[in-house]
């Protein structure tokens, strides 16, 4: 079994749409959850961090994170051409590193 | 606040010869610097973790005399690719964390685009 795993779509929406990004993860260790954003040819955007079960929203984005059922998804409301991106979610436990999921291909039409 | 560059963006190189990629961290200090390798439609694989003054720790299946890592102060750190061939083409995306804000999070530079020919 994997540590994370990311459907890598990729997932077309049409503007104005709520999209629904997840991860699954199976190490209980993780205690940080992230998700970046990372355009074409360009480093990763750091959009979302938390480290508690829950949601925590920030403009049209929300990072949702269920440690029980190691959960955790990203939700974008009102969804621009502009977010069409990759989507990564990243997890950290007690080291430095941090494990990424293999990354969704979000799509947004006009 | 928290801006990571590279240099060079692109880099074209002939097999045999050596490239150095530079990370800088522009606005703030960073203690710790990581380098990642992502391949086409891959996700960033972490190669080794960078600290000021110390040898760099590297990942498994990473070779340490072909990726030299170098993280002379807290602003800066080279990871020169030796001898580079074909399958060493890749994208080499740095990143540090930063001494102020949460300590688990991860600041990204641009990305370098490595072509071996």
């Known amino acids: 079994q994997k540590e994370v795993e990311q459907d890598p779509g990729p997932l077309s929406v049409p503007e104005g749409a709520i999209v629904s990004l997840n991860c699954t993860y199976s190490n209980s260790a993780f205690q940080y959850f992230m998700w970046y954003r990372q355009y074409s040819r360009k480093g990763p955007e750091l959009l979302m961090y938390t480290y508690s079960s829950g949601n925590k929203e920030d403009g049209r984005f929300t990072a949702q994170v269920d440690k029980s059922s190691k959960y955790i998804s990203l939700f974008i409301r009102d969804s621009q051409p502009s977010d069409s991106a990759t989507y990564l979610c990243?997890?950290?436990?007690?080291?430095?590193?941090?494990?990424f999921g293999a990354g969704t291909i979000l799509r947004v039409k006009s | 606040g928290a801006v990571v560059s590279q240099h060079p963006s692109r880099v074209i190189c002939k097999s045999g010869t050596s490239v150095k990629i530079e990370c800088r961290s522009l606005d703030f200090q960073a203690t710790t610097m990581f380098w990642y390798r992502q391949f086409p439609k891959q996700s960033l694989m972490l190669m080794a973790t960078?600290?000021?003054?110390?040898?760099?720790?590297?990942e498994q299946g990473v070779e340490k005399d072909k990726f030299l890592i170098n993280h002379a102060s807290l602003t800066l750190s080279t990871l020169t690719v030796t001898s580079a061939h074909p399958e060493d083409s890749s994208f080499y995306i740095c990143?540090?964390?930063?001494?102020?804000?949460?300590?688990?999070?991860?600041?990204f530079g641009p990305g370098t685009r490595l072509l071996v020919l």
């Open positions: 990243a997890f950290k436990g007690y080291g430095n590193k941090l494990v």
């Open positions: 990143s540090a964390r930063s001494l102020r804000g949460p300590q688990e999070t991860q600041y």
């Open positions: 960078s600290n000021e003054g110390s040898k760099a720790t590297y």
